[in-house]
């Protein structure tokens, strides 16, 4: 009895994040090798140091959980995260692209 109630419980709560657009579009990978360049400067060269605004260690994003990398772009775009570089780059992006981008540092 107890099982049918739970099964019946996360079909309804599937349902209702489909329908109320809840659930995130997935990132496209592909999409964004076309975008990376400016990622690429800082984050593809390995164990790079920034000078601006002082010295800091430019995280890897390639392996990073793709639900961070959102987060973290969201953050930078909205002002709860501050790096002026990242700052500057993340209001250009759509949620579209930091979709894209975290589906492409999530899988390499």
Not at 28 to 36: P, S, W
Not at 56 to 71: D, M, N, S, T
Request: proline residues 4%.
């Amino acid at each position: 009895m107890k099982q049918k109630l739970v099964i019946n419980l996360l079909l309804a709560l599937g349902m209702l994040f489909a329908f109320t657009g809840v659930t995130q579009a997935a990132g496209d990978a592909v999409a964004a090798k076309e975008k990376l360049s400016m990622c690429e400067g800082c984050h593809g060269i390995p164990n790079y140091k920034t000078a601006f605004p002082t010295a800091y260690h430019v995280p890897k994003l390639g392996g990073q959980h793709a639900e961070y990398i959102v987060k973290a772009l969201e953050g930078y775009k909205n002002g709860t995260r501050s790096h002026p570089t990242m700052t500057g780059l993340a209001k250009t992006l759509s949620q579209q692209d930091m979709e894209d981008f975290a589906a492409y540092y999530s899988k390499n």
